[in-house]
C-alpha cells in the first residue's frame, strides 16, 4: 500500500493550471490516500468508484491523465479502458491487485500506457504519473526541426499536432505508441534498442524489468498492417531491438 503522506490539503485550493488526475476505484480509502498525497505535490484529484461513473468522467473533460483500477463494479477496468480508447487518448496508468502477467498485457494491448500493482510506493506512482503526463507534454518552443513532418512510405508522421496519417487513413494511436513511432523514424534504417526507448518514453527514476515495449510495438504492427515476418516498417532486430525500414536504402 502506499507509504505515508504529507498533510492533506484541499483539492478546492488547486488554481485552474495544475495537473488533473482522474482515479477510478471503487477502494474509496486508496482514493483519499493518493489524493492526500498528490494535491499537496500540486496535482487535482477526483475520484469516481463504479466502472460507468469513470466512462462518463473520463471523457467529460480533459484530463492530464487517468489512473484506472481493473477490477471496478458495473463495468471492469478493461471495458472502461476501451470505452475511453474510443474518443480520448488521455494518458491511462492502470491500477491492479492481480499478479497476472497476461492480464498487464491485454491492459497495454487496448491502451494503457502503463500499470502499476496496488502495493505501490508513492515515490513509485508519483515517478509513474511523471511519467505518462510528460511523454504528451510538448516543449514551449520546439524547434522547426522537431516539428518538421516525417514521410515514410505511405506513412505521413506530423510531431506538431500529434498524428499519423497510413495511406491517406489517419491513425488512432495511444500517446506511447506514438512516441514509438516517431522515435524509430527519426532513426529510419537504425537499431533503436528497448532501453533507448524506454529512456525516450519514461522516467527511469525506478527500476523497469517488463518487457511493456514489446506489447506497446505489437499493437503499434496491429495499426500500421505490419507483418513481422515480412514487415513494411517496423523490422525486430533480434538480440538488439527494433528498426523502422527505410524504402530508399540500399
Not at 487496448?110 to 511519467?131: C, M, Q, V, W
Request: proline share 7%; hydrophobic share 40%.
Amino acid at each position: 500500500m502506499l507509504a505515508a503522506n504529507p498533510p492533506p490539503m484541499s483539492a478546492s485550493s488547486a488554481t485552474t493550471d495544475r495537473p488533473r488526475l482522474l482515479v477510478i476505484d471503487d477502494d474509496r480509502k486508496l482514493c483519499r490516500l493518493i489524493a492526500d498525497y498528490l494535491v499537496p505535490l500540486g496535482y487535482d484529484v477526483e475520484a469516481v468508484h463504479t466502472g460507468p461513473e469513470g466512462v462518463e468522467r473520463a471523457t467529460a473533460k480533459p484530463w492530464s491523465a487517468v489512473i484506472l483500477d481493473l477490477m471496478l463494479p458495473g463495468l471492469d477496468g478493461f471495458e472502461v479502458l476501451k470505452q475511453i480508447r474510443h474518443t480520448s487518448d488521455v494518458p491511462v496508468l492502470m491500477l491492479t491487485a492481480r499478479g497476472d502477467e497476461a492480464d498487464r498485457i491485454v491492459g497495454l494491448e487496448i491502451g494503457a500506457d502503463d500499470y502499476l500493482p496496488k502495493t505501490f510506493s508513492t515515490r513509485e506512482l508519483l515517478a509513474r504519473i511523471r511519467a505518462v503526463t510528460r511523454r504528451t507534454t510538448r516543449s514551449n518552443e520546439p524547434s522547426q526541426a522537431a516539428l518538421a513532418e516525417i514521410v515514410i512510405a505511405g506513412l505521413r508522421i506530423r510531431p506538431g499536432p500529434r498524428t499519423a496519417v497510413l495511406d491517406d487513413a489517419p491513425l488512432t494511436l495511444t500517446p506511447v505508441e506514438f512516441e514509438l513511432l516517431l522515435s524509430l523514424a527519426r532513426a529510419k534504417g537504425r537499431v533503436k534498442t528497448r532501453d533507448h526507448l524506454l529512456e525516450e518514453i519514461r522516467d527511469r527514476d525506478y527500476e523497469v524489468f517488463d518487457r511493456s515495449i514489446d506489447v506497446h510495438i505489437s499493437a503499434l504492427r496491429k495499426k500500421l498492417g505490419d507483418d513481422p515476418k515480412a514487415p513494411r516498417f517496423i523490422r525486430t532486430v533480434r538480440t538488439a531491438g527494433y528498426m523502422l525500414l527505410d524504402p530508399d536504402a540500399d
